[in-house]
């Protein structure tokens, strides 16, 4: 079992840059396809960005493609989402999961078995 933390978060302004981690213990991330999901208060969870276990696959929700980018480093068991140019809609509680058993999900939520405990992003216009 694999246990998620994820950090980075905070309050930043309308165009900004941040980078979420997420680092992972208790097994090795490369066994695991990986996904970031977020969730705005009063809406349901989205799919943001999936990563393939070996990280040559990447998928993004229209909403971030082209500013956000998913990248992992299986040496340091962390798994990032950078996150350019963000806007106020990207304000959210980020949330990462993993998936064991399959190389590649992309946003099938119900496929990920382990999800940290999020972190919040907010951003001011």
């Known amino acids: 079992q694999v246990q998620l933390v994820e950090s980075g978060g905070g309050l930043v302004q309308a165009g900004d840059s941040l980078r979420l981690s997420c680092a992972a213990s208790?097994?090795?991330?490369?066994?695991?396809?990986m996904g970031w999901f977020r969730q705005a208060p009063g809406k349901e969870r989205e799919f943001v960005a999936a990563?393939?276990?070996?990280?040559?696959?990447?998928g993004y929700a229209d909403s971030v493609k082209g500013r956000f980018t998913i990248f992992r480093d299986n040496i340091k068991n962390t798994v990032f989402l950078q996150m350019n140019s963000l806007k106020p809609e990207d304000t959210a509680v980020y949330y990462c999961?993993?998936?064991?058993?399959?190389?590649?999900?992309?946003?099938?939520?119900?496929?990920?078995?382990?999800w940290g405990q999020g972190t919040q992003l907010t951003v001011s216009s």
């Open positions: 999961a993993a998936d064991p058993t399959t190389y590649y999900t992309g946003s099938f939520d119900a496929n990920y078995d382990y």
């Open positions: 208790g097994r090795t991330l490369s066994t695991y396809c």
């Open positions: 990563i393939s276990k070996d990280g040559r696959t990447t």
